[in-house]
């Protein structure tokens, strides 16, 4: 709801008065209990403001008396609003007129506008009985017509808004007359309309309602109690209608402010006369009154700020219930007993050490809630300060500079601000305003280190810190609060912000995420320290950060294949001695250091004394000569750990065949599955049979001819590897002095069966010129001249190694065949 001065919506009007040449005053109407928020008028348009520098002026509304701001102000709007609930009966009782008081202050230049409010009664209280029953005694011989008082019902409201009449419950014997006293309040008789007969009926209970005039009406109700008694007809009488005191304020507990009195012409209890408050108010709780003396003393706070009068309802009954009334008026009378109070409207506390002289800093409002000479205020500075007070609109004061301020010599000043009243004895006050001289940025932060480094182990967890960085500023305050970042950049791709974060208070470096050594094992980030200084200033650090590796990768077997991806068999010749190579595990760790050194262990084998492994090595070689009594088919279970703590390990089968021939071995397809495999396979064991037979027979002949000529046995290997290089994955980097294999690093083996003294093996360390594992691998015959000496039979070697390779592709062929049918 808004009042403007143009009209006031719900029957209010508004008045607005211009009080003053310069600075007019301005004045409201509106209702109390007005919700918060709502608008009582534009006050910038109404005083013709400029609704764009309300803000840059600091406008805002202060009360005169420094008591509860009820008003706001939206600074946007130029609109006066509610800021505090207006209850007007608790702002002036019963008061015909209630108006606050309000002030409009704006700055720059110092501007004070007064605001009247005056605040409209609403209907917002009922009317109150004193009792919740009325007891009256009426003797049976009461004539028809008889009047007896009844109780005024009291309503905190006024004018329309209060008690505008009664109304009586429709009976046999009473009616209601309504009266009205000198002040416009209106009370009830009850009339005796019909005569009344104690023997018929002793009590008669009658309900009396109370009503105002607002809208929607109020009401309030007491139960009337008529005893019938014998006659009583004397009313006690005041020696005065209305009774005036005088009382300061702070008075005394206990302090007699008037005795009231009254007198009754009946005799006994007829004539006993009580006094007491006839009404529902609090001045009860300020004053007593003596039910037999008619005493009036001081019972609760008298304040002359709070309440400067009071007027109260007496009543003076007889013994048997018949009254009359008086009003007494008390008036407070002010003493000076409130000290100045010093508020503090405005203050620039941080000052540049440049400003000039007489600029003003600050605006002092000076108060006192005393009345005439009391409130009279004379206010002073020190004057060892660069400051002073120049007075301005009516109780406000600007401080000013009064000189040149050197932040070097003076940081900080301590102002004391004094006021004193004219009261007699006078009081004063006085207030410390704190001022400061404010820097000036001229320093970057400087780190504590012109680098920081970090250490880490991988596998982190997310969070956790790597290591604090600080950064010293010399300035003062926000100039020397130093604020950390990273700077932006990437590591392996990413965002650093990704990896690591920095707390911009405390310079603590925290991970982001987990970090992985084998993907990379240090990098670098910027860090900036920034001041908060007008314009920042900032430097940069270098941080490295290091990744120190954990045992976090099992050992990888790539040869044999483990177990379920493929089924790899070695032959082992029945001629090999004790000491000859028979097959190598091939391992490696993607961890380094210790963590990727690996050991090698046979954890069970077919024949626990016929095979050992090196430790180191991976290489598996015969513990002693084979007999004929060892089985066939042995197979070992070999154990490859690292070296880190706690240790990993992984685990591969090796299938070894005792045989010099293939055809020798019926049962070498129950190594791997029973006899659910297609005629397909058959036929391929068939076919690789025969054509291992067939190899054998050649290589026996060739080895016949060469035994003749040389009749020199020379056994270049013992044993038999096939490790075909593919088994190498793509993805190990090399890896030197760890322990584990180099990705370069591959053997192949050419094998035959017979004579131990016709067996070889040709072994090679391939460079990087080295084959595909999908294409043809072909050597000439003078690669083996080393090998087998320089003889005259060199093309007839070269010839029998071409036919050796022929067969060792075709014998390879058919055997990848035969694995993945088995797959």
């Given at each position: 709801m808004a009042y403007s001065r143009y009209g006031l919506h719900y029957g209010f009007t508004l008045v607005l008065l211009v009080l003053h040449p310069v600075f007019g005053d301005v004045s409201y109407s509106i209702p109390e209990e007005m919700k918060r928020g709502s608008v009582i008028g534009n006050i910038a348009k109404d005083l013709g403001?400029?609704?764009?520098?309300?803000?840059?002026?600091?406008?805002r509304i202060d009360t005169e008396d420094n008591n509860v701001q009820y008003c706001g102000l939206n600074l946007n709007t130029g609109d006066l609003i509610v800021q505090e609930r207006i209850d007007r009966e608790g702002l002036c009782a019963r008061k015909a007129s209630c108006v606050l008081k309000q002030e409009l202050v704006l700055e720059n230049p110092l501007e004070l506008h007064r605001i009247s409010i005056n605040v409209l009664d609403i209907n917002d209280n009922s009317p109150q009985f004193k009792e919740d029953s009325l007891k009256i005694e009426i003797r049976e011989s009461a004539v028809i017509g008889a009047r007896f008082l009844l109780d005024e019902a009291h309503d905190g409201d006024i004018n329309e808004n209060t008690v505008q009449g009664y109304s009586l419950q429709q009976n046999d014997h009473f009616k209601l007359n309504i009266k009205t006293k000198g002040n416009g309040r209106k009370y009830g008789e009850l009339v005796l309309d019909k005569e009344l007969d104690r023997e018929d009926k002793k009590e008669i209970m009658l309900l009396l309602t109370a009503?105002?005039?607002?809208?929607?009406?109020?009401?309030?109700?007491?139960?009337?109690?008529?005893?019938?008694?014998d006659a009583n007809d004397n009313v006690p009488v005041f020696s005065q209608s209305v009774y005036k005191a005088s009382l300061p304020e702070n008075s005394p507990l206990d302090t007699l402010v008037i005795t009231v009195s009254a007198t009754d012409a009946d005799e006994g209890i007829n004539g006993e006369i009580t006094y007491g408050?006839?009404?529902?108010?609090?001045?009860?709780?300020?004053?007593?009154?003596?039910a037999k003396t008619g005493d009036v003393n001081v019972a609760g706070s008298i304040d002359y700020e709070k309440q400067s009068s009071y007027e109260m309802q007496i009543s003076a009954k007889d013994g048997l219930g018949l009254a009359s009334y008086a009003t007494l008026t008390i008036e407070i009378t002010d003493i000076n007993d409130n000290a100045p109070v010093i508020s503090l409207k405005s203050l620039t506390k941080q000052i540049p050490e440049n400003v000039s002289p007489g600029t003003e800093v600050g605006?002092?409002?000076?108060?006192?809630?005393?009345?005439?000479?009391?409130?009279?205020?004379?206010?002073?500075?020190?004057?060892?300060?660069?400051?002073?007070?120049?007075?301005?609109?009516?109780?406000?004061?600007?401080?000013?500079?009064?000189?040149?301020?050197?932040?070097?010599?003076?940081?900080?000043?301590?102002?004391?601000?004094s006021a004193t009243d004219e009261g007699s004895p006078p009081l004063s006050s006085s207030k410390t305003v704190q001022l400061s001289v404010a820097d000036i940025n001229d320093n970057p932060p400087v780190f504590e280190e012109q680098s920081y480094s970090a250490y880490v182990s991988e596998n982190n967890k997310p969070g956790s810190t790597l290591c604090s960085v600080t950064a010293r500023d010399p300035d003062w305050r926000q100039n020397g609060t130093v604020i950390y970042s990273l700077l932006p950049g990437e590591v392996n791709g990413a965002p650093v912000s990704s990896y690591l974060s920095v707390n911009g208070d405390t310079g603590v470096i925290h991970a982001v995420r987990s970090f992985d050594y084998e993907q990379f094992r240090s990098f670098k980030v910027q860090v900036m320290a920034r001041d908060n200084g007008s314009p920042p200033l900032s430097s940069n650090v270098t941080v490295s950060v290091f990744i120190s590796d954990v045992n976090d990768?099992?050992?990888?077997?790539?040869?044999?294949?483990?177990?379920?991806?493929?089924?790899m068999t070695e032959l082992v010749p029945k001629a090999a001695h004790g000491g000859s190579l028979v097959s190598k595990v091939i391992?490696?760790?993607?961890?380094?250091?210790?963590?990727?050194?690996?050991?090698?262990?046979?954890?069970?084998?077919?024949?626990?004394g016929l095979f050992t492994i090196g430790l180191h090595s991976g290489e598996i070689r015969t513990q002693r000569d084979i007999s004929e009594s060892d089985s066939m088919k042995q197979n070992l279970i070999v154990s490859v750990k690292d070296n880190g703590q706690p240790s990993l390990s992984a685990t591969c089968s090796m299938y070894l065949?005792?045989?010099?021939?293939?055809?020798?071995?019926?049962?070498?397809?129950?190594?791997?599955?029973?006899?659910?495999?297609?005629?397909?396979t058959s036929y391929l064991i068939i076919?690789?049979?025969?054509?291992?037979?067939?190899?054998?027979?050649?290589?026996?002949?060739?080895l016949g001819v060469r035994f003749c000529r040389r009749r020199k046995p020379r056994l270049l290997f013992d044993g038999a590897v096939a490790i075909p290089s593919a088994y190498l994955p793509p993805n190990y980097a090399d890896v030197d002095g760890t322990g584990t294999l180099r990705s370069t690093y591959k053997y192949d083996a050419y094998l035959t069966t017979g004579s131990r003294t016709s067996d070889f093996k040709f072994v090679s360390s391939y460079n990087d010129n080295t084959l595909p594992a999908d294409q043809t691998l072909r050597k000439s015959p003078s690669d083996f001249a080393e090998v087998f000496g320089d003889c005259s039979g060199s093309l007839e070697v070269g010839i029998h190694f071409e036919l050796l390779n022929s067969f060792l592709a075709c014998f390879f062929t058919l055997s990848m065949v035969l694995n993945s049918i088995q797959s």
């Amino acid at each position: 709801m808004a009042y403007s001065r143009y009209g006031l919506h719900y029957g209010f009007t508004l008045v607005l008065l211009v009080l003053h040449p310069v600075f007019g005053d301005v004045s409201y109407s509106i209702p109390e209990e007005m919700k918060r928020g709502s608008v009582i008028g534009n006050i910038a348009k109404d005083l013709g403001l400029d609704l764009g520098r309300l803000s840059a002026r600091k406008a805002r509304i202060d009360t005169e008396d420094n008591n509860v701001q009820y008003c706001g102000l939206n600074l946007n709007t130029g609109d006066l609003i509610v800021q505090e609930r207006i209850d007007r009966e608790g702002l002036c009782a019963r008061k015909a007129s209630c108006v606050l008081k309000q002030e409009l202050v704006l700055e720059n230049p110092l501007e004070l506008h007064r605001i009247s409010i005056n605040v409209l009664d609403i209907n917002d209280n009922s009317p109150q009985f004193k009792e919740d029953s009325l007891k009256i005694e009426i003797r049976e011989s009461a004539v028809i017509g008889a009047r007896f008082l009844l109780d005024e019902a009291h309503d905190g409201d006024i004018n329309e808004n209060t008690v505008q009449g009664y109304s009586l419950q429709q009976n046999d014997h009473f009616k209601l007359n309504i009266k009205t006293k000198g002040n416009g309040r209106k009370y009830g008789e009850l009339v005796l309309d019909k005569e009344l007969d104690r023997e018929d009926k002793k009590e008669i209970m009658l309900l009396l309602t109370a009503f105002d005039g607002g809208s929607p009406q109020r009401s309030g109700t007491v139960v009337i109690h008529v005893t019938v008694l014998d006659a009583n007809d004397n009313v006690p009488v005041f020696s005065q209608s209305v009774y005036k005191a005088s009382l300061p304020e702070n008075s005394p507990l206990d302090t007699l402010v008037i005795t009231v009195s009254a007198t009754d012409a009946d005799e006994g209890i007829n004539g006993e006369i009580t006094y007491g408050f006839d009404h529902v108010s609090d001045e009860n709780q300020v004053f007593s009154l003596n039910a037999k003396t008619g005493d009036v003393n001081v019972a609760g706070s008298i304040d002359y700020e709070k309440q400067s009068s009071y007027e109260m309802q007496i009543s003076a009954k007889d013994g048997l219930g018949l009254a009359s009334y008086a009003t007494l008026t008390i008036e407070i009378t002010d003493i000076n007993d409130n000290a100045p109070v010093i508020s503090l409207k405005s203050l620039t506390k941080q000052i540049p050490e440049n400003v000039s002289p007489g600029t003003e800093v600050g605006i002092i409002n000076v108060q006192d809630r005393d009345s005439d000479n009391n409130r009279q205020v004379r206010c002073s500075i020190q004057q060892n300060v660069p400051f002073k007070l120049v007075p301005s609109i009516k109780n406000y004061y600007s401080l000013v500079t009064t000189g040149q301020l050197d932040r070097e010599l003076v940081s900080d000043y301590n102002i004391t601000i004094s006021a004193t009243d004219e009261g007699s004895p006078p009081l004063s006050s006085s207030k410390t305003v704190q001022l400061s001289v404010a820097d000036i940025n001229d320093n970057p932060p400087v780190f504590e280190e012109q680098s920081y480094s970090a250490y880490v182990s991988e596998n982190n967890k997310p969070g956790s810190t790597l290591c604090s960085v600080t950064a010293r500023d010399p300035d003062w305050r926000q100039n020397g609060t130093v604020i950390y970042s990273l700077l932006p950049g990437e590591v392996n791709g990413a965002p650093v912000s990704s990896y690591l974060s920095v707390n911009g208070d405390t310079g603590v470096i925290h991970a982001v995420r987990s970090f992985d050594y084998e993907q990379f094992r240090s990098f670098k980030v910027q860090v900036m320290a920034r001041d908060n200084g007008s314009p920042p200033l900032s430097s940069n650090v270098t941080v490295s950060v290091f990744i120190s590796d954990v045992n976090d990768n099992s050992p990888q077997i790539l040869y044999p294949a483990p177990e379920g991806n493929s089924f790899m068999t070695e032959l082992v010749p029945k001629a090999a001695h004790g000491g000859s190579l028979v097959s190598k595990v091939i391992a490696v760790d993607a961890d380094s250091g210790q963590n990727a050194w690996l050991s090698y262990h046979i954890v069970k084998s077919t024949d626990p004394g016929l095979f050992t492994i090196g430790l180191h090595s991976g290489e598996i070689r015969t513990q002693r000569d084979i007999s004929e009594s060892d089985s066939m088919k042995q197979n070992l279970i070999v154990s490859v750990k690292d070296n880190g703590q706690p240790s990993l390990s992984a685990t591969c089968s090796m299938y070894l065949l005792i045989s010099d021939n293939l055809a020798e071995v019926p049962e070498l397809k129950d190594i791997s599955y029973d006899d659910k495999n297609s005629k397909l396979t058959s036929y391929l064991i068939i076919a690789l049979v025969s054509v291992s037979t067939f190899f054998l027979t050649f290589i026996i002949i060739i080895l016949g001819v060469r035994f003749c000529r040389r009749r020199k046995p020379r056994l270049l290997f013992d044993g038999a590897v096939a490790i075909p290089s593919a088994y190498l994955p793509p993805n190990y980097a090399d890896v030197d002095g760890t322990g584990t294999l180099r990705s370069t690093y591959k053997y192949d083996a050419y094998l035959t069966t017979g004579s131990r003294t016709s067996d070889f093996k040709f072994v090679s360390s391939y460079n990087d010129n080295t084959l595909p594992a999908d294409q043809t691998l072909r050597k000439s015959p003078s690669d083996f001249a080393e090998v087998f000496g320089d003889c005259s039979g060199s093309l007839e070697v070269g010839i029998h190694f071409e036919l050796l390779n022929s067969f060792l592709a075709c014998f390879f062929t058919l055997s990848m065949v035969l694995n993945s049918i088995q797959s």
